[in-house]
T-cell receptor, first 113, second 118 residues
Framework: AQSVTQPDIHITVSEGASLELRCNYS??????LFWYVQSPGQGLQLLLK??????LVQGIKGFEAEFKRSQSSFNLRKPSVHWSDAAEYFC???????????FGTGTRLTIIP | GAVVSQHPSRVICKSGTSVKIECRSL??????MFWYRQFPKKSLMLMAT?????????EQGVEKDKFLINHASLTLSTLTVTSAHPEDSSFYIC??????????????FGQGTRLTVV
């Protein structure tokens, strides 16, 4: 069975500081990995995805993530956060074509001035 | 990216009534649509997968007679919560995807529907 673990429920960082959100996955085949962001009361917006190739993927809004097969991880990073980055972040794993995406429990990001 | 529109964004209904939520792909043909439910401070749980023109496939534990899903066209899927009860109150989100063999490997999410049953 596939699963995703986001060990940090809530993270607070200062504006301008760097950010890393952790994600570990379990999947029986080649994983397709995603990071989504959700603002309060809104749907999900795709930040980035990994299917194959370069293990460091670039996404929107200055985010990047690195796929590490040996660690079953797909951590999200941003060198300098902005107040507008405050939101809930979800890591997800699925098969080809986003079949049956399994989401982590999310990490809520708070930005302080 | 492609646009998926979900309607209504919020709905309040009385216990025992039925509520229909629409999910539309506005600028692409969605061969597959997914319906998720999100509990407060929880992750998204896949409820069912629907392919255009065929019956939806429900995840284990999801009552198909309570959560009716129809995917009658390539741009519209509906979720009907029948005989709603307060415990059905939740945030429901749909996502839509085109045909993966045509390079449509990404599913796009609607903005969600907040259902409150009183």
């Amino acid at each position: 069975a596939q699963s995703v673990t986001q060990p940090d429920i809530h993270i607070t960082v200062s504006e301008g500081a760097s950010l890393e959100l952790r994600c570990n996955y379990s999947y029986g085949a080649t994983p397709y990995l995603f990071w989504y962001v959700q603002s309060p009361g809104q749907g999900l917006q795709l930040l980035l995805k990994y299917f194959s190739g370069d293990t460091l993927v670039q996404g929107i809004k200055g985010f990047e993530a690195e796929f590490k097969r040996s660690q079953s991880s797909f951590n999200l990073r941003k060198p300098s956060v902005h107040w507008s980055d405050a939101a809930e972040y979800f890591c997800a794993v699925g098969g080809f074509g986003n079949e049956k995406l399994t989401f982590g429990t999310g990490t809520r990001l708070t930005i302080i001035p | 990216g492609a646009v998926v529109s979900q309607h209504p964004s919020r709905v309040i209904c009385k216990s025992g009534t039925s509520v229909k939520i629409e999910c539309r792909s506005l600028d692409f043909q969605a061969t597959t649509m997914f319906w998720y439910r999100q509990f407060p401070k929880k992750s998204l749980m896949l409820m069912a997968t629907s392919n255009e023109g065929s019956k939806a496939t429900y995840e284990q534990g999801v009552e198909k007679d309570k959560f009716l899903i129809n995917h009658a066209s390539l741009t519209l899927s509906t979720l009907t919560v029948t005989s709603a009860h307060p415990e059905d109150s939740s945030f429901y989100i749909c996502s839509a995807r085109g045909h993966p063999d045509r390079g449509r490997t990404e599913a796009f999410f609607g903005q969600g529907t907040r259902l409150t049953v009183v």
